[in-house]
């Protein structure tokens, strides 16, 4: 039987056929809800994933299957295991209940599961091979952003207060490839837009439900509205406006957008820090072990502002198009008026 650990794998979540399979990621591997846990062995640390797909630039759900990860020595160590013909839909019964199995191995267990699969990259686990798994004791924490230096009207969620902390949250965060498949990885968002409002209708504007006709031909006969829309949204990133909550960094931070359709947002760049790229997790873990406390915490909070500027880009988009409405709006009230003194 498998361990209840942090989500009850027991129990099989995803009977419903809703797409999640790639709603998260961790390295290259997308996953659902819920279909990642943390497997230790004292102070030895894994992460038994199940992947819905591989994000290799492009996401390709057939490539699937449980994964196996080395926290501690920042490793893939296997992967692909019981693959199914896809990942799209999340986890399948099969695999579920073979990572509770993997779940309810003990060390003795799981190196002979692991050294015995077609997958295992070799070297990946340095104490394979050992009687007991390493004792892995963590670097001496300390607090290096204390609540004294945050300011209590931030609009930004800047809790994290550590260094430990602050470098976990950072090297899991959501990364792409630069471009394409065979280059390295920079941070990313993903600011692909789904199903906004294209109303013109926003709180924040009072537009004219009179014009509502007008203006649903206006965007059909505009078929560059949304890419006009888009291209401006982004200007700030692309064009090194950018700042964070402080607003004293303009021009620190170079963006660019990659993906099939523009879709991811990269970081490309930061002042003072260089060109941003990693051929993977390990080495952005040892880069960010590297910054110093003021330097970590500054890339800290740029990445948690950039977070919540792009988390709803449908939103974003509804905005766009009402203040555009708004606009245009104006203009036909112009010529509406000009005509009747005409008439």
């Not at 992967?79 to 695999?95: A, I, L, T």
């Amino acid at each position: 039987m498998a361990q209840n650990l942090k989500n009850p794998i027991g129990e099989y979540p995803y009977a419903d056929g809703q797409r999640r399979g790639i709603d998260n990621q961790i390295g290259p591997y997308m996953y659902a809800d819920g279909a990642a846990f943390e497997k230790s062995f004292g102070g030895r640390l894994f992460k038994i994933v199940i992947a819905g797909a591989r994000n290799a630039g492009i996401i390709g759900p057939e490539d699937n299957g449980i994964a196996i990860l080395d926290e501690d020595y920042q490793q893939i160590v296997l992967d692909n295991h019981v693959k199914e013909s896809s990942g799209y839909f999340g986890p399948s019964r099969r695999q579920w209940e073979e990572a509770g199995r993997i779940m309810d191995m003990n060390w003795e267990q799981f190196t002979d599961f692991i050294r015995s699969h077609p997958r295992y990259r070799p070297q990946s686990v340095p104490d394979i091979n050992n009687e007991k798994p390493d004792d892995m004791r963590p670097e001496p924490d300390r607090i290096i952003f204390p609540a004294s230096q945050k300011d209590a009207e931030c609009p930004y969620d800047y809790s994290l207060e550590s260094r430990r902390e602050i470098i976990q949250f950072l090297a899991n965060h959501q990364m792409h490839k630069i471009d394409g498949p065979y280059s390295d990885w920079a941070f990313a968002w993903n600011i692909k837009v789904h199903n906004f409002d294209s109303s013109g209708h926003h709180t924040d504007f009072g537009n004219d439900p009179a014009f509502d006709e007008r203006w649903e031909k206006y965007v059909e006969e505009n078929d560059e509205l949304f890419w006009e829309e888009a291209a401006d949204a982004l200007r700030q990133y692309t064009e090194d406006e950018y700042s964070t909550y402080s607003g004293d960094d303009q021009g620190h931070y170079k963006f660019g957008v990659t993906g099939r359709s523009g879709g991811w947002l990269i970081l490309r760049e930061v002042e003072g820090l260089g060109k941003l790229s990693f051929d993977g997790q390990m080495e952005l873990k040892e880069w960010l072990k590297d910054l110093s406390d003021s330097d970590l915490v500054d890339f800290y909070k740029l990445i948690v502002t950039v977070d919540k500027d792009t988390s709803d880009p449908a939103k974003e988009m509804a905005w766009r198009f009402a203040s555009r409405r708004s606009g245009l709006e104006e203009e036909w009230k112009a010529e509406a008026k000009a005509e009747s003194k005409l008439g």
